[in-house]
Nanobody, 128 residues
Framework: QVHLVESGGGLVQAGSSLRLSCALS????????LGWFRQAPGKERDFVAG????????DYADSVKGRFTISRDNAKDTVDLQMGNLKPEDTAVYYC?????????????????????WGQGTQVTVSS
């Protein structure tokens, strides 16, 4: 059974750093691209960062470029999101997601429809 479990969320002050982690289980993940999305109250779920199957390619939303870093460890089946210089507008539930990328191994998909598996989310709240 497939599981994606996020951890590391919390309440922090603006300017702080936070590291989210997502543990994947239930199948081999080496051929899967991974991503982080976030959803603020009353808003759609938006792309934050993505990484291809071997970590060779990454992509970020403009709003987080230079502040967030996505990484993965295929030996441990984890994907992390290092978040720095956090702002109140980063407040949201953060979700990790996985998509089978065997057909397009170097493409970073930025839409929710492109991902087959999702975690339950972890709340990040940034106070001003």
């Amino acid at each position: 059974q497939v599981h994606l479990v996020e951890s590391g969320g919390g309440l922090v002050q603006a300017g702080s750093s936070l590291r989210l982690s997502c543990a994947l289980s239930g199948r081999p993940w080496n051929n899967y691209a991974l991503g982080w999305f976030r959803q603020a109250p009353g808003k759609e779920r938006d792309f934050v960062a993505g990484i291809n199957w071997n970590g060779g390619r990454t992509d970020y939303a403009d709003s987080v470029k230079g502040r967030f870093t996505i990484s993965r460890d295929n030996a441990k089946d984890t994907v992390d999101l290092q978040m720095g210089n956090l702002k109140p507008e980063d407040t949201a539930v953060y979700y990790c997601a996985a998509r089978d990328s065997r057909a397009t191994p170097f493409t970073i998909v930025t839409t929710t429809a492109g991902y087959q598996y999702w975690g339950q989310g972890t709340q990040v709240t940034v106070s001003s």
